[in-house]
T-cell receptor, first 113, second 113 residues
Framework: DGGITQSPKYLFRKEGQNVTLSCEQN?????MYWYRQDPGQGLRLIYY???????QKGDIAEGYSVSREKKESFPLTVTSAQKNPTAFYLC????????????FGEGSRLTVL | RKEVEQDPGPFNVPEGATVAFNCTYS??????FFWYRQDCRKEPKLLMS???SGNEDGRFTAQLNRASQYISLLIRDSKLSDSATYLC??????????????FGTGTRLKVLA
């Protein structure tokens, strides 16, 4: 079955450590997104990529980095520069020119100790 | 003013009730509109797209009012399983057809037995 796979589902890290969240999709979708969700808040866009080897900052990109070396993969690195990284991270993808539906992975819950 | 605004709720309704949510958006050039459902600690899933003429899917009806810049979701004959957070999502369709979705903070619905 096609879909988006995020890993790990739960992650704990110490302050000052970088961590990379994986996002892989086999839907042949062009665009991929990373969102952050905090309690009581909507999803906020971190980074997005419309094609391989190209990506743009979203609204809250500071302290994060991404790469898009393959169409299927869009990993997110949460760096030590991110002041408040504890959150629920969601990866999504969309087929450009399609219905406009965003497909989401199951999310990664990051807790900084 | 937020780009997409929703009443956070919670809306507590008895089983069988009809409940309606509204969502307002600020960008009059917005092109696409959606309602997503999000269960606690899970990823959002598409409930329905919202078309200009309005659309219905079983017990769910979505409406778009471009003049007043709001969309609505009506749920008839509420079920316990409808308890979730309902996210309003707007796509302003930026330059070069960028798919940059804006999420509301969500409206919590709790259906009571």
């Amino acid at each position: 079955d096609g879909g988006i796979t995020q890993s790990p589902k739960y992650l704990f890290r110490k302050e000052g450590q970088n961590v990379t969240l994986s996002c892989e999709q086999n839907l042949n979708h062009d665009a991929m997104y990373w969102y952050r969700q905090d309690p009581g808040q909507g999803l906020r866009l971190i980074y997005y990529s419309q094609i391989v080897n190209d990506f743009q900052k979203g609204d809250i990109a500071e302290g994060y980095s991404v790469s898009r070396e393959k169409k299927e993969s869009f990993p997110l690195t949460v760096t030590s520069a991110q002041k408040n990284p504890t959150a629920f991270y969601l990866c999504a993808s969309i087929l450009q020119g399609g219905t406009g539906e965003l497909f989401f992975g199951e999310g990664s819950r990051l807790t900084v100790l | 003013r937020k780009e997409v605004e929703q009443d956070p709720g919670p809306f507590n309704v008895p089983e069988g009730a009809t409940v309606a949510f509204n969502c307002t958006y600020s960008n009059s050039a917005s092109q696409s509109f959606f309602w997503y459902r999000q269960d606690c600690r899970k990823e959002p899933k598409l409930l329905m797209s919202v078309y200009s003429s309005g659309n219905e899917d079983g017990r769910f009806t979505a409406q778009l009012n471009r003049a007043s810049q709001y969309i609505s979701l009506l749920i008839r004959d509420s079920k316990l399983s409808d308890s979730a957070t309902y996210l309003c999502v707007v796509n302003p369709r930026g330059p070069s057809g960028t798919y940059k979705y804006i999420f509301g903070t969500g409206t919590r619905l709790k259906v009571l037995a």
